[in-house]
């Protein structure tokens, strides 16, 4: 989860380097940060707890820094547990993304010989382990090697040493990239962060340690420490913007860019999804895999393939893929839906299925992710950078990317594109000045609730859950998507008088049953409010969306996001940074 950002090279700006790259990156982390400036006689480190955005200060002169932006795993979110954290001498420092199983044994035996810890991360003792190799003669980088070769789990260090003005670099899954450019030696756990310093990347394999110099980046064979020529490619990250422009957060910039995302889709994905619709084709079971939003557009997916295909495709929540793969094979296809391609229970689950000799494929939208370079066959989102921790551009890519591919198996490309395209001008409708604030006065009126419930059947179920997850992440009310056949089953009993139930009526066959539910919860008291093209006097409040036929749950999205979002404000939460919450799960 963690962001993590290194500098070596030629300005002497670093400090101002560190940060503004840690920025870029807080979307990784953001209960505390951190940063450490070496000079050759001293080591300047300065951390907070908090964002980061918005800290200036200038730091002393120097060519070598690097960062942190920290979620929490071991330890809560203080000063004293903010990274980089230290060796006993002060002169060896370390920045960690991961979680070291082994480290309650690995701490215990460091204080039994002598270590003074001073916080209670499982990241410092990193930065005791280097220091005890170093005192056994060995140089900086095999010290580097072989004190990450005793941490097991999934882990990134950057390891700085003072003394040698250089960093060591080393990784077992999550990730980090190596960025090389005229004035500096660079790395990250994302390429974004890399855009100004760097005009090559190579991705750093998990056998690979690297050491960054003002000469530039050396590589090495971790277990032998024999030096390698991986191969670099050109940082195209340097176009995306990032900006807010004009727009108070990402939230809303990023819900407004969605009719773009999805017109590229059409104009340009074509051919990905031919590929995809090939393998879909061939394949005897099919498999969707994702987490979170990602998990809700797969849900839709099975709908729609059932529908439109009438073909059986299964999904697996990432994190329970495992307990479940027994039954994939050679025949099976694994399509891995992600925006980050870095969510480490997506790779696991991809991983398992490459044991398992299945075909692999991504829907996905970091073109540098991890994913993406472990599948044969992937269609990128094309939604350009989601800053905010909430998903929302990158579902209803995927929602379009689902229902193009379903049409390309059937052999019917431009029915799926006028569906979509249909979908993308009732987005824009519902996106209307007028219509927003509609849905914001809606969600004034429930941002006190303590519960609220969302139904919908079918496809629409999915829709519920998604709608549910925007709502709770970022406003914390309590919200659940239910299928609405199943609220008689144990949620009814929850109803109380005045409960906000968002209910999602489309114009198919779905609507006559959904109603009846609705009615049922106004019955006990609960308020109501309708989403659909046609208002029903089962409902106390009406959002009016256009009907896009198969493609409508695309458009039911954005009614979701916009209530979560109001009432994030209403009670006063940051939209893009939801507390507890990180936007790359890169731990399990
Ligand atoms: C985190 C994010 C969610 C996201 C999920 C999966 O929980 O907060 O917004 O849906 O990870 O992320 P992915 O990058 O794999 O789509």
């Known amino acids: 989860m963690c962001g993590v950002f290194g500098y070596v090279g030629q300005s002497t700006d670093v400090g101002d380097a560190v940060v503004t790259a840690l920025k870029t990156l807080e979307y990784r982390g953001y209960d505390s940060w951190g940063i450490a400036v070496s000079t050759p006689d001293r080591l300047i480190i300065d951390k907070s707890v908090g964002r980061i955005n918005g800290h200036h200060r200038a730091y002393p002169e120097g060519c070598i820094g690097f960062g942190h932006t920290r979620w929490a795993t071991h330890g809560g979110a203080t000063r004293a547990n903010a990274h980089p954290h230290r060796d006993c001498s002060g002169s060896i420092a370390v920045v960690h993304n991961g979680i070291i199983e082994n480290h309650t044994a690995l701490r215990a035996a460091l204080i039994a010989r002598g270590h003074q810890f001073t916080s209670e991360t499982d990241s410092e003792i990193v930065a005791h382990l280097v220091e005890e190799q170093l005192a056994t003669g060995e140089s900086f980088a095999s010290a580097v090697a072989d004190s990450f070769d005793r941490l097991h789990g999934y882990n990134a260090i950057v390891v700085m040493d003072r003394v040698g003005q250089q960093l060591a670099a080393t990784k077992c899954v999550s990730p980090l990239v190596i960025g090389q450019g005229a004035l500096a030696s660079t790395i990250a756990s994302d390429s974004i962060a890399l855009r100004g310093h760097a005009d090559q990347l190579v991705f750093l394999e998990d056998h690979h340690l690297a050491v960054l110099t003002k000469n530039g980046t050396d590589f090495y064979e971790r277990s032998t420490m024999k030096p390698l020529s991986p191969c670099a490619i050109p940082n195209n990250n340097r176009q995306e913007s990032i900006e807010l422009g004009d727009y108070p957060d990402f939230l809303s910039k990023e819900v407004s860019e969605q009719p773009g995302t999805l017109r590229r889709l059409i104009d340009e994905a074509h051919q990905e999804i031919t590929e995809l619709a090939v393998k879909l084709r061939a394949a005897k079971r099919v498999v969707l895999v994702g987490s979170g939003t990602a998990g809700n557009a797969a849900i839709a997916g099975t709908y729609v393939f059932s529908q439109l295909c009438r073909r059986d495709v299964s999904f697996f929540p990432a994190s329970e893929f495992r307990y479940r793969s027994a039954i994939l094979d050679s025949e099976s296809l694994v399509i891995a839906l992600s925006q980050s391609g870095e969510t480490v229970d997506v790779l696991d689950a991809m991983t398992d299925a490459r044991a398992r000799g299945s075909q692999l494929a991504a829907i996905v939208n970091s073109p540098n992710s991890t994913l993406n370079r472990f599948v044969e066959t992937s269609v990128m989102l094309r939604a350009g950078v989601e800053q905010c921790v909430l998903a929302t551009k990158s579902y209803t890519a995927m929602l379009a990317v689902l ?186």
């Open 403 to 588: 229902l193009l591919t379903a049409y390309e198996v059937r052999e019917e490309w431009d029915r799926g594109a006028a569906a979509v395209g249909r979908a993308t001008e009732a987005v824009e409708h519902v996106l209307d000045r007028e219509r927003q604030a509609h849905m914001f006065q809606i969600a004034r009126d429930f941002a006190d609730a303590g519960n609220l419930f969302v139904i919908g059947r079918g496809v629409h179920y999915a829709s519920a859950l998604e709608a549910a997850l925007k709502i709770k992440e970022v406003s914390y009310i309590h919200a659940e998507g239910f299928a609405a056949g199943e609220l008689k089953h144990g949620v009814i009993a929850l109803i109380e008088p005045g409960t906000p139930c968002l209910v999602f009526a489309p114009q198919d066959g779905t609507r006559t049953d959904v109603l009846t539910g609705a009615s049922e919860l106004r019955s006990r008291g609960a308020k109501i409010i309708g989403v659909g093209s046609v208002d029903d006097e089962a409902f106390n409040e009406f959002i009016y969306i256009q009907d896009a036929g198969v493609a409508t749950p695309i458009v039911e999205a954005v009614p979701g996001q916009l209530l979560g979002y109001a009432a994030a404000l209403a009670r006063g939460n940051d939209p893009d940074r939801p507390r507890n919450l990180a936007k790359s799960v890169t731990v399990k």
